[in-house]
């Protein structure tokens, strides 16, 4: 009898989790619910009437359009995430995240990309010396000095003049005290775009074997129905609407790579 009552029990915990898992709820049209930061712009963030709103957000309302699925969005702090992710807080994540590392391969699975960045420079408008990587060589590089990109600029050959931050380096490019800086692509064509009188211009960018691409992201076990979410963000850039949100967020397409 004991037996018998466990079997059934766990027969029961099967059928309850197999309706309760990300692949049922997409298909029976129900709610997924996705951790965002809420405070990331232009990714995700809340506009001045307070709606949750960033490219990351619209893409993922347009996937849930596709499939025909509603979206819970769980605000949470990005250091705390993935680890609510792992513990299944929420079945998705859209915030930028690109799984760049093992550990974190090891334990998650990304949907197809629906963005791409990677190292870009930017100078003065009015300084086109700046054609190819290999021209920063002997020019000024307004960098932290601890950045990835400070290591970027030091490899090319440039010297560095330290900043604090992207904001820093912009300005000291601005007044000549720097030819260019280097930083993502992303963060420098949401500047470009709300400051369209910045005086900069995009100088250089990576070629796209150096971009690394974003998606959604779920726990491991969830194949089926992230083929589904790929194929609807592969959907939604074939019928132009990642160009589009690209455009209104960043300027430009940064669907692809």
């Known amino acids: 009898m004991k037996k018998w009552l466990l079997a059934t029990l766990a027969l029961a915990f099967t059928h309850a ?63 705390a995430m993935l680890a609510g992710l792992k513990a299944e807080r929420f079945d998705l994540v859209a915030n930028q995240v690109a799984l760049t590392t093992p550990e974190r391969r090891a334990t998650f699975d990304k949907s197809a990309e629906y963005s791409y960045s990677g190292p870009m420079a930017v100078s ?16 000024k590089s307004a960098q932290t000095l601890s950045s990835n990109y400070g290591e970027m600029a030091k490899a090319a050959g440039a010297e560095i003049v ?23 692509s992303l963060a420098l064509l949401d500047y470009l775009k709300k400051t369209p009188d910045s005086g900069l211009r995009v100088a250089w960018r990576a070629d796209a074997a150096e971009k690394v691409g974003a998606g959604f992201v779920a726990n491991k076990g969830n194949d089926e129905a992230l083929a589904k979410i790929s194929a609807a963000v592969e959907e939604l850039r074939a019928d132009g609407t990642l160009k589009k949100l690209g455009e209104q967020f960043f300027g430009e397409d940064v669907s692809a790579k």
């Open 17 to 79: 989790y197999a309706a309760d898992s990300l692949l049922e709820r997409i298909n029976a049209h129900g709610t997924v619910t996705i951790g965002t930061e809420g405070t990331y712009a232009p990714f995700t963030y809340h506009d001045e009437s307070g709606k949750l709103t960033g490219y990351d957000v619209e893409v993922a309302r347009a996937v849930a359009d596709k499939l025909g699925f509603k979206v819970d969005f769980k605000e949470t702090a990005w250091d």
């Open 124 to 139: 003065r408008a009015d300084d086109t010396r700046i054609q190819a990587l290999a021209d920063v060589k002997g020019l």
């Open 162 to 184: 330290p900043v604090d931050g992207l904001a820093q380096a912009l300005i000291l490019v601005q007044q000549k005290r720097a030819d260019f800086t280097f930083n993502d």
